[in-house]
């Protein structure tokens, strides 16, 4: 299957941000266009769709092509609808309802609603928009990192369960992947396929986990150049509360169903049944 490198950069910055609900009498959507979370769940749309076009692309360079132009089509129609940013925000909005308590999300907005707060979502955003240069730039200043700057980025990756995060969302959206192409492949098990493509990342999970984890100081490194040491330590502080905890593992709870409820529907307009995929860990 098709490397998948070049949108995973996409999913790490998704670690980096707070995540929101939307709820009758919460301050859902204000959360979530605060935490940046708003467009970067859009990008969610564009990973997958590039996602396939890499596949489709490797299996040319390899000899063996996939995907002739009308399926190929077909396939990206699906995905418009069934990955649409507007549904993909619903879905969050609607499952961190039931997930986050009105009091933590109280408590994370009056961090997003700081300068500082403002400041940290606006420069996750920025860098969200210009990946190429994060990719050239990112292991060169991870090098030059200070030895308490590296040990704040390290407390920041832990807080935020980084690597954990970036495998499960990986992991989701690489399924979505697979078990879309194998549902305009003829003679392919859609099921069967995505399970399979499941599994076998499942099984590398440990070493993911390793891998993501380090690789997303990386990405702290490029996304919080400009801040000073008190800067990302106040950051820091706040990702390590409680309130911020639970929130953090809920935004990552309602990412996975939002790409497990996609995939049901894009299963459904293209005649599959959607595979069963909740995920061990």
Known sequence: MVSIRRFIALVLLVGCAATAAHAQGRRTEELMRKSGLWDQVAQMHAQVRLGVTLARDDAKQRGSPMLADQPFARLNGAIDRAFAPD?????VALQMEELLSAADEAEVLKW????????????EVEAGANPAQREI?????AAALTPA???????LGQGLDSGNTVVTLTIDITSAIVYGIA???PGTDADVAAL????????QRPQMVQQFAERSLQTYSYVY??????QVEAYVKFVETPASRRYHAAGVKALDEAISQAANILGKDLGGLPPERRNPS
Not at 87 to 91: A, F, Y
Not at 115 to 120: K, M, S, T, V, Y
Not at 196 to 203: L, T, V
Request: charged share 40%; no cysteine.
């Open 112 to 123: 997003l609603s700081s300068d500082l707060g403002a400041r940290f979502t606006r420069w």
């Open 225 to 230: 150049r400009n801040a000073t040491d008190a």
């Open 183 to 185: 549902l305009v492949t």
């Open 137 to 141: 730039e990112a292991p060169k200043l």
């Open 87 to 91: 549904v993909l925000r619903e879905t």
């Open 196 to 203: 399979g493509i499941r599994k076998r990342m499942e099984a």
């Open 149 to 155: 700057r590296r040990e704040k980025y390290l407390r």
